[in-house]
């Protein structure tokens, strides 16, 4: 799919894009000229006011990008995952599913995370074991997360997003 004429947008649109990471996602998102402004919105505050620890938000994040298989989304949050101090071995089990090797809060995430994709909910007692482990704030946050990089993957994986002509820099 091609990308829309950045020239041709509104200037609050090119503004936003200025402000932002030179990444293609960014600039296919604005295909939807009257939503992107909100998606923008969404997208900062995954990272300047998710309540989850960086490592963990990037853990789920990755297991959504690897269970919709959105190459684009891998890529991008497994160099985010490195500075947010995600190990080689979580990287891994995100990618698997397979989470023998991983600390509890880690594991506990990654199931946390199917669960939501896979039944689009936590049952009670998946619930309270979440809040044995996270806040109430940080499981309602991913919930969110796990939520937001559906619609994400959705997006990617429709109009064949890929790094191709973009810098090697965070989305």
């Given amino acids: 799919m091609e990308y829309p004429d950045i020239d041709a947008l509104p200037q609050a649109l090119k ?3 200025a402000t932002h990471a030179p990444v293609n996602i960014y600039r296919m998102v604005m295909h939807s000229p009257g939503l992107a402004p909100g998606f923008f919105v969404m997208a900062d505050a995954m990272f300047q006011a998710n309540s989850l620890p960086p490592h963990l938000r990037e853990l789920a994040i990755l297991r959504v990008g690897y269970r919709y298989q959105a190459p684009y989304e891998t890529h991008q949050h497994e160099i985010i995952a490195g500075y947010a101090g995600l190990s080689a ?6 990618a698997t599913g397979n989470t023998d090797e991983l ?3 880690e ?4 199931t946390w995370s199917d669960r939501l994709l896979d039944n689009h909910t ?7 074991d979440a809040l044995q482990i996270l806040t109430v704030t940080q499981l309602a946050d991913l919930v969110i997360t796990v939520g937001f990089y559906q619609l994400v993957c959705n997006f990617l994986n429709t109009f064949e997003v890929t790094t191709e002509g973009e810098a090697s820099h965070q989305s």
């Avoid at 071995?89 to 995100?94: G, L, S």
């Fill in 15 to 17: 503004d936003m894009l």
């Fill in 89 to 94: 071995d979580a990287i891994t089990a995100a």
């Fill in 103 to 105: 600390p509890a809060d």
């Fill in 107 to 110: 594991a506990a995430i990654i």
């Fill in 122 to 128: 936590l049952s009670g007692s998946e619930r309270d």
